[in-house]
């Protein structure tokens, strides 16, 4: 795909349009005199003709040569817009301009893009930060970590009951300070029933301290409902079995109130 000036397209039209009306024009009056010549004049129309011919040809082929040559490559620009964007080393606005409105067209796009994903970063950074004001204020011992994982989040109240600092857990490996547990049977489990896997009897060490409880491992799901996060608390069983109690009061609240929204709109359309 190329992309070619409207000037120079145009120029190429009626170029061509016109050696052809020419063309065009001396066959018909050869083929209207032909009964009139005499053959030394039919000979000197045909070599007419074939010479304007091989001056329209000729003429054709340099200006789509030079349409070529001033002509851009859409697909090559983009790949190298592409390539150099994927190492951060070009400015977008400067490169496209060589596009044309195409590449106005374009870099107005991706300032849209940008914006979006500035809006969102913010956004991000925001609900990260409540997360943590959350679990730094929260009562409970709470763990919060990826599917890889690795521990991002942790309560202050885990932190006060082993006596170690944010950093003994913060990009730590869960594996690394609770004993008896296979990550990956867990993921594997939650997997399967999208709901909470409670381990019994686990240990959690440090150099100088242990604690022992029953630990539940909360999924947290994404907007896809893929698995996205896993939270871990470490109580006894009556506090985990009051948070369950909760959690379903709250789910079950959400959904008698999404099937009284549902309800209304339907109401409202009929």
Do not use: W
């Not at 397209?9 to 032909?34: E, G, K, P, R, S």
């Not at 970590?145 to 690795?150: M, V, W």
């Not at 491992?217 to 009556?238: D, G, Q, T, W, Y």
């Not at 789910?251 to 359309?269: C, E, G, H, P, S």
């Amino acid at each position: 795909m190329i992309l070619v000036k409207r000037g120079y397209y145009y120029a190429a039209m009626i170029i061509t349009c016109t050696f052809l009306l020419i063309l065009c024009v001396m066959f018909y009056q050869t083929l209207n005199d032909m009964a009139q010549l005499s053959a030394l004049q039919l000979k000197f129309r045909a070599e007419n003709v074939v010479f304007i011919s091989i001056i329209s040809i000729v003429a054709m082929l340099v200006i789509f040569f030079v349409m070529h040559r001033r002509s851009i490559n859409i697909i090559n620009e983009l790949d190298k817009v592409t390539e150099l964007t994927r190492h951060g080393r070009y400015s977008a606005g400067d490169y496209l301009k060589r596009l044309g409105r195409i590449g106005d067209k374009i870099d107005g796009l991706m300032f849209e893009l940008n914006h979006l994903n500035d809006m969102k970063s913010l956004k991000i950074s925001s609900l990260t930060a409540i997360i943590q004001f959350l679990v730094e204020n929260i009562n409970l011992r709470l763990i919060i970590c990826d599917i890889q994982g690795n521990v991002l989040h942790c309560s202050v109240r885990f932190l006060v009951d082993l006596g170690v600092e944010r950093s003994f857990f913060i990009n730590k490996k869960l594996v690394s300070f609770v004993e008896k547990i296979e990550f990956e049977e867990i993921l594997r489990e939650i997997g399967q029933s999208r709901l909470p896997v409670l381990k019994e009897d686990v240990k959690i060490i440090t150099a100088d301290k242990s604690v022992t409880s029953s630990v539940e491992f909360h999924p947290v799901f994404n907007v896809r409902n893929e698995l996205s996060n896993i939270m871990l608390i470490a109580e006894n069983k009556s506090v985990l079995g009051e948070l369950s109690k909760r959690a379903d009061q709250i789910t079950t609240t959400v959904t008698k109130a999404q099937r009284k929204i549902t309800d209304l709109f339907k109401k409202n359309k009929q």
